[in-house]
């Protein structure tokens, strides 16, 4: 089965950074599209960042240059460096995958930017 398990979460300070990781098993790695989202207590769900199997990379307009995403198809992981943390990114960090009309998340990993 699909399994999605993030990792690499934490409290840091404002400007500070954070590396998390996401390691898929269950899927041909280098051939799917993989996902970062984020969920702050009280909001939606919201798209952090992707990168398809060819390496192209986009990102949500909050993230202006701070975050960037990227993947290890030897080691079954993608990876979402975050710099120039700010309170604002607080939140539960997930990865996604999608597999026809199925989507899975991992557990998510908390971040919290804080003083």
């Known amino acids: 089965q699909i399994q999605l398990v993030e990792s690499g979460g934490g409290l840091v300070q404002p400007g500070g950074s954070l590396r998390l990781s996401c390691a898929a098993s269950g899927i041909i790695f280098k051939m799917r599209a993989m996902g970062w989202y984020r969920q702050a207590p009280g909001n939606q769900r919201e798209y952090v960042a992707g990168i398809s199997s060819d390496g192209s990379t986009n990102y949500g307009d909050f993230v202006k240059g701070r975050f960037t995403i990227s993947r290890d198809n030897a080691k079954n992981t993608v990876n979402l460096q975050m710099d120039s943390l700010k309170p604002e990114d607080t939140g539960v960090y997930y990865c996604?995958?999608?597999?026809?009309?199925?989507?899975?998340w991992g557990q998510g990993t908390q971040v919290t930017v804080s003083s």
């Open positions: 996604n995958v999608n597999r026809g009309v199925q989507s899975y």
